[in-house]
């Protein structure tokens, strides 16, 4: 294979205030940090994949301005393929207004910009890379047909594949369910998925049994502080892996970072159980709350223990 894993995904410009709580409708309040960073959610898992050690491409779309341009550098700083990345003109360069208040807690609202222009052209050409890689990763900032034609060209060429539908959609194709390898929500994703209320542990793995049933190998639903559920296809053992216990300074990113580690343990350990590197998974995303900010927070190999990395 000529790549460990392959993202076909959004890159956005966070544009990042912090404020002692998020505002209501209708209301100005005083924060007392503002920042601009990298994001997107396909980006940042890409971006945590290759500071793990894997190979990477990204194939997105960024707009031919300022933004663009940097972003493209931001991809070249961390070691990742950027011969699909483009530029167009058509339409600005993705950016998400970020609320981060006291709590670690946050409101996002994201302009997809040149990210809705990533169409069936721009994977054709990328073709060499969706079939030569072993791992697919998609989401849902970019437009819904192109994840799913990825997801399904990279499974033609027997590709594994983890599908994250984040921000969720409630009119989610089906088939997306049918291509996913592994696919990997939070809980108000499931929430929106399912119709039904996933806040513990149990209605987690009751959400997890019926997105399993739509059609998926295997099925990953995360809970914040309260760590995961792992289901898999053909076995009924609720598998619950619990999270490390950490102040959480800044949680937005956290699941790309556990998406983009959990990506790196499919293509470098592929025999290793689901629910070991989801628990590993968990371990890095741990490290990426306890930092403001997405990818800026997002560790590399070398500032972890080494056992993370031993089979
Ligand atoms: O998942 C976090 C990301 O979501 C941020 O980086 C922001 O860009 C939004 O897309
Ligand atoms: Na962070």
Request: with cysteine; proline share 5%.
């Amino acid at each position: 294979k000529v790549f460990d894993v392959v993202v076909v995904g959004s890159c956005m410009t966070d544009l990042v205030s912090k404020a002692p709580r998020l505002p209501k409708a209708g209301e100005t309040i005083h924060g007392h940090k503002f920042f601009i960073g990298f994001g997107g959610k396909g980006a940042n898992q890409c971006i945590q994949a290759a500071r793990l050690g894997v190979k990477t491409a990204m194939v997105c779309k960024v707009g031919k301005d300022f933004f663009g341009d940097n972003y493209i550098q931001n991809f070249k700083d961390n070691g990742v393929h950027t011969e699909f990345v483009k530029q167009s003109s058509d339409a600005v360069t993705g950016a998400a207004s970020i609320t981060v208040d006291d709590a670690g807690e946050n409101a996002i609202v994201i302009v997809a910009g040149a990210n809705m222009l990533l169409g069936a052209e721009e994977l054709q050409e990328a073709l060499p890379a969706i079939s030569h890689t072993k791992v697919l990763v998609c989401q849902l900032e970019i437009s819904p047909q192109t994840s799913l034609q990825a997801m399904c060209m990279a499974r033609d060429n027997k590709v594994k594949t983890i599908f994250n539908p984040a921000p969720a959609i409630p009119d989610l194709d089906p088939d997306f369910y049918r291509v996913s390898d592994v696919f990997c929500c939070n809980e108000s994703e499931a929430e929106l998925l399912t119709g039904s209320s996933v806040a513990s542990v149990e209605e987690a793995h009751r959400a997890g049994q019926e997105l399993l049933k739509r059609g998926c190998g295997s099925v990953i639903v995360t809970l914040g502080p309260q760590g995961c559920v792992v289901l898999k296809g053909g076995e009924s053992t609720l598998k619950h892996v619990p999270a490390p216990e950490v102040t959480a300074v800044d949680t937005t990113g956290a699941g790309d970072s556990f998406i983009g580690a959990l990506a790196f343990y499919m293509a470098n350990h592929p025999h290793m159980p689901l629910e070991e590197m989801a628990r590993r998974a968990n371990l890095v995303a741990g490290v990426s709350v306890r930092e403001i900010g997405t990818q800026t927070s997002f560790p590399y190999r070398r500032d972890l223990p080494n056992e993370y990395f031993q089979e």
